[in-house]
C-alpha cells in the first residue's frame, strides 16, 4: 500500500517515509515551512496546526521517518543531543534514579551531576559490559537504565537485550543512544528497549552542519509524554535543521556502508602497525564485545581508538594528518581525529581517565566517506611520525 513503509528496506523508509509529495505542488522532498503559526479555518477548527513550537511540518516528517527507521512509535526532536536528553531526564522524577554506562558521553555526565543532581535526581555509573554491575546498580527507586553502546572512546559493548528485561524486571525502563551505530546498524526498540536518543548531529544528519537530537518511543504513553515536554520546555528542532536531517537520512544507509567497510581497512592497518600498541573497533575479533555486537547489531561502525603509547606519539600522529582533520564530533562524511584524553575527556579527572583505560597515547578516529585509498595512505604517513 503507498505510504506504508512498514515493509520496506530500510533505505527505502529512509527515502520515503513521512515524506509524502507535498500536497499542494507536488514537490518531491519536504518543504521547509518557515512559518511559526498557523491560520485557522474558522474558530474551533484548523488543520491539525496550531503553533509551530507544537507542531511543524517539516519536523513533522522528520520525526516520523526516525520513528520508522528505529522501529518506533513516534519520534521527537529537537534542538541538540543534550535536549534530548535532557527531555528524556523528565520521566525521571526527584527522588528517583538512573544508572549509567560508565562512559557515555562526556556531556550526559554533565548534565546528570551537575544538573539533574541539583533536582534530587541520583544516578549511578557503571561498567555495563558486566550485567551484574548493573544489577548490583538497581535500587527500589531506579526509573531507568541508560545506555550507550558502543561508548566513547573504549567501544564498550552491552548487551542491550539483557540490560531491558534486567530494567523491566526492576520495574524500570531502558533507554538506549544509538549515535553511534545509527538504526542503520543497530535497532535497539527490536531488543527490547524502550527508548532511542539520538545526536541527529553525528550520522544521521551526517554532513556536519547542524546539531540536533531526537527521542523514539516504543510505547504511545511515552511519546505523549514527549510531545508534552516539547511543548512545555520548547527546546524543538527547526524547520531548517529537520529539512537537513531528513536529506541526511536519505543517504544513511549507503554512507554507513562505506564508512565501516573504510573503517574496517584502517582497523585491520593499525592492528598489524607495530606502532601501535592496542586497537579498539568491534569489528576485529580480538574486541572483548565483538560477539555480542555480531549478535545484536548488523555492523561494527565507523568509529575506532587506538594507542599509540604516549602523549608524544600521538601528538606527532595528530599534527602529522593531512585528509583527516583534528576536531571534536564525529558521524561526517569527513574523517575527524580527536585526542580523549585533552579533548573530549579532558574534565574527567586524570585517575578517573586512568580507571577507564584513557591514556594519554589514545587516538580516536571518526572514519568518514573519503576515497579509502587517500585515508589509508594518510594514516601511514601520519603513523610514520609517531
Ligand atoms: C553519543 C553522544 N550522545 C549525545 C551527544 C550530544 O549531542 P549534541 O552535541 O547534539 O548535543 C553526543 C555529542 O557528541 C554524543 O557523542
Redesign the pocket.
Known sequence: MKGDWKTRGFSTRAIHAGQPPDPTTGSVTVPIYATSTYVHDELGKHKGYEYARVQNPTRSALETNVAALEGGVSGHAF???????AALMTMVRAGEHVVFSRN?????YRFMTQVLDRYDVRSSWVDSTDLANVRAAMRSETRLVYV?TP??PMMEITDIAGAAELAHAHGAQLAV?N??MSPYFQRPLELGADVV??????FLNGHSDS???VLVARDVADGEWFAFVQKSEGAILSPFDSFLVLRGLKTLGVRMERHEATARTIAELLDAHPKVTRVLWPGLPSHPGHELQRRQASGFGALLTFDVGSYAAAKRFLDRVEVMSLA????GVETLTSHPASM?HASVPADKRAELGITDGLVRISVGIEDEADLVADVTQALDAA
Do not use: P
Open positions: 534542538a541538540s543531543g543534550m535536549s534530548a536528553i557515555v558521553y562526556g556531556g550526559t550507550e561508548t566513547n543512544d549515535t553511534f536518543v539520538h545526536s541527529t548531529t553525528k546539531i540536533g537530537g571534536e564530533s564525529l558521524g573530549t
